[in-house]
C-alpha cells in the first residue's frame, strides 16, 4: 500500500506536540514529508527531530511542491481557513486545528472547499474521541438520560492565560479569549452528546480583568504585546427544542483550582464528566442510582483523532468531527460575542 503523502502547517505547540507525534506513530501508513512554520528554525528543528525530509516557511510553496495527501494545520486560528482552503484546492485531506476559524462564514468556506475538492476535513476537536465522550454519547443513544432538557458546561483556570501578548490574546488572531479557546471544545462536546439541536439564542457576558497587572510572555509565538480578548465569558443558550443550555469558560479566575464539566439533565438520567470523573444518575421505580463507570485510560493527545482520521481517508467514512457542525458551533460563539457587546439576547 502507498503511504499517505503528509505535511503539517505550523509546528507550534499542537503542531508538533499533537500532530506530529501522533501522525508519526502511524508509520506504516503515513511518510512524514514536510514540516512548514514560519519561523525557520521551528520548522528546520520539527523537520530534525519526526525525521521529515524538508521543511519551508510559506505553506503554499509547500503545497506546490511535496505533492501531500494528508495535511495538519495547527497555526494561529486567523491561518486556518486560507491554509485549509490552499490544501483542500491542491488535493490533500485536511485534518485542522480548533477553532475552525474565526466565523461561522469562514467556517461554511472551509465546508465547500472540502466539498468542491471531494477531500475529508476534520477539525481537531479531540475531547470527543475521549472514552469518557463516547461512552457517554451511547448512553445518550441508548435513551438512558430520557429527553435532555438542560445543559452545563465550561472549563475553568485559575491563572492559564496561554501566551499573554501573544496570538492567543490578539483577536484579530485568535477571534477571542477563552470562549473561542476553552469553549469550542466543551460547547462542541455538550452539542455532540445532545445529538446537536438546532440553537435558537444566546445571551452572554465576557469580562477582561486579567490583561493588566500580571506579567507579559514575550516568547510566546507571534508575540504582539497585545490583549484584546476577554478572560471570563459566561452564556445561555437556548434551543429550539425547548433545551437549554449555561456556559462559563475562563483563562484566569480566582478560583480554588482548575477543572473542567459537562453536565446533562435528562428526565430519566443525569450524565456528568468533571474533574475526570464520569456519573451516572439513574430514576429506577423510585429508586436512584448512581453509578460511576470505569474508564480506560485515554490514549496520548491526538491519537485516537489521527488514527481514525487516516481510516475514514483510507475506507472512505465520514470523520467524526465533521466540519459543518463546526459551522454551527462558530455561530455560538460569535453569537455569545455580539450578545456580550450589544447587552442583550442575539438570535441565531
Ligand atoms: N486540540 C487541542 O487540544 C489544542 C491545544 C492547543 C492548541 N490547539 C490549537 O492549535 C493551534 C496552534 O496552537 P499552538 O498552541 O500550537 O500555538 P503555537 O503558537 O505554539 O504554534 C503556532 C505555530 O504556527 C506558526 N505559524 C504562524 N503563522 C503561520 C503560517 N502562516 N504558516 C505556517 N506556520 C505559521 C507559528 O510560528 C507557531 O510555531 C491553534 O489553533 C490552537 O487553538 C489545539
Known amino acids: 500500500m502507498k503511504k499517505l503523502r503528509y505535511g503539517v502547517i505550523g509546528a507550534g505547540g499542537c503542531g508538533a506536540g499533537k500532530h506530529l507525534s501522533s501522525y508519526a506513530k502511524l508509520a506504516e501508513k503515513v511518510e512524514l514529508v514536510a514540516v512548514c512554520d514560519i519561523r525557520a528554525e521551528r520548522?528546520?528543528?520539527?523537520?530534525?527531530?519526526?525525521?521529515?525530509?524538508a521543511s519551508y516557511t510559506d505553506y503554499k510553496e509547500m503545497l506546490e511542491a511535496e505533492n501531500l495527501d494528508l495535511v495538519s494545520v495547527a497555526t494561529p486560528n486567523h491561518v486556518h481557513a486560507?491554509?485549509?482552503?490552499?490544501?483542500?484546492?491542491?488535493?490533500?485531506?485536511?485534518?485542522?486545528?480548533?477553532?475552525?476559524?474565526?466565523?461561522?462564514?469562514?467556517?461554511?468556506q472551509m465546508v465547500a472547499?472540502?466539498?468542491?475538492?471531494?477531500?475529508?476535513?476534520?477539525?481537531?476537536?479531540?475531547?470527543?474521541?475521549?472514552?469518557?465522550?463516547q461512552l457517554g454519547k451511547k448512553l445518550v443513544e441508548a435513551g438512558r438520560l430520557g429527553e435532555i432538557y438542560h445543559?452545563?458546561?465550561?472549563?475553568?483556570r485559575r491563572r492559564g492565560i496561554p501566551g499573554k501578548g501573544g496570538w492567543f490574546t490578539t483577536r484579530e488572531q485568535s477571534g477571542g479569549g477563552p470562549l473561542i479557546d476553552l469553549g469550542v471544545h466543551f460547547i462542541d462536546v455538550s452539542n455532540y452528546l445532545m445529538g446537536f439541536p438546532e440553537p435558537l439564542a444566546v445571551s452572554g457576558q465576557t469580562y477582561s480583568k486579567f490583561a493588566d497587572g500580571q506579567p507579559f510572555n514575550p516568547r510566546a509565538s507571534?508575540?504582539?504585546?497585545?490583549y484584546d480578548v476577554e478572560d471570563l465569558a459566561v452564556g445561555m443558550l437556548r434551543y429550539a427544542n425547548g433545551c437549554t443550555m449555561q456556559l462559563e469558560f475562563s483563562w484566569a479566575s480566582n478560583i480554588e483550582e482548575e477543572y473542567t464539566f459537562?453536565?446533562?439533565?435528562?428526565?430519566?438520567g443525569g450524565l456528568a464528566y468533571?474533574?475526570?470523573?464520569?456519573?451516572?444518575?439513574?430514576?429506577?421505580?423510585?429508586?436512584?442510582?448512581?453509578s460511576n463507570p470505569v474508564l480506560k485510560p485515554d490514549e496520548e493527545w491526538?491519537?485516537?483523532?489521527?488514527?481514525?482520521?487516516?481510516?475514514?481517508?483510507?475506507?472512505?467514512?465520514?470523520?467524526?468531527?465533521?466540519?459543518?457542525?463546526?459551522?454551527?458551533?462558530?455561530?455560538?460563539?460569535?453569537?455569545?460575542?455580539?450578545?456580550?457587546?450589544?447587552?442583550?439576547?442575539?438570535?441565531l
Open 43 to 53: 520548522a528546520d528543528q520539527m523537520a530534525d527531530a519526526f525525521n521529515a525530509e
Open 82 to 108: 486560507p491554509a485549509t482552503i490552499a490544501a483542500l484546492q491542491a488535493g490533500c485531506h485536511v485534518h485542522c486545528e480548533k477553532p475552525a476559524s474565526l466565523t461561522p462564514e469562514l467556517v461554511q
Open 113 to 133: 472547499a472540502k466539498e468542491r475538492s471531494g477531500k475529508k476535513l476534520m477539525i481537531g476537536l479531540n475531547n470527543r474521541f475521549n472514552n469518557w465522550a
Open 151 to 156: 445543559a452545563k458546561c465550561g472549563w475553568k
Open 222 to 226: 507571534g508575540y504582539t504585546g497585545t
Open 262 to 268: 459537562v453536565e446533562l439533565y435528562g428526565d430519566k
Open 274 to 290: 468533571a474533574r475526570d470523573k464520569m456519573t451516572l444518575i439513574e430514576d429506577f421505580q423510585g429508586s436512584i442510582l448512581k
Open 302 to 347: 491526538g491519537n485516537v483523532e489521527s488514527r481514525h482520521f487516516v481510516e475514514c481517508i483510507l475506507e472512505d467514512k465520514e470523520p467524526i468531527a465533521r466540519p459543518e457542525e463546526a459551522v454551527v458551533i462558530m455561530k455560538i460563539i460569535c453569537a455569545l460575542y455580539e450578545s456580550a457587546k450589544l447587552g442583550r439576547e442575539v438570535l
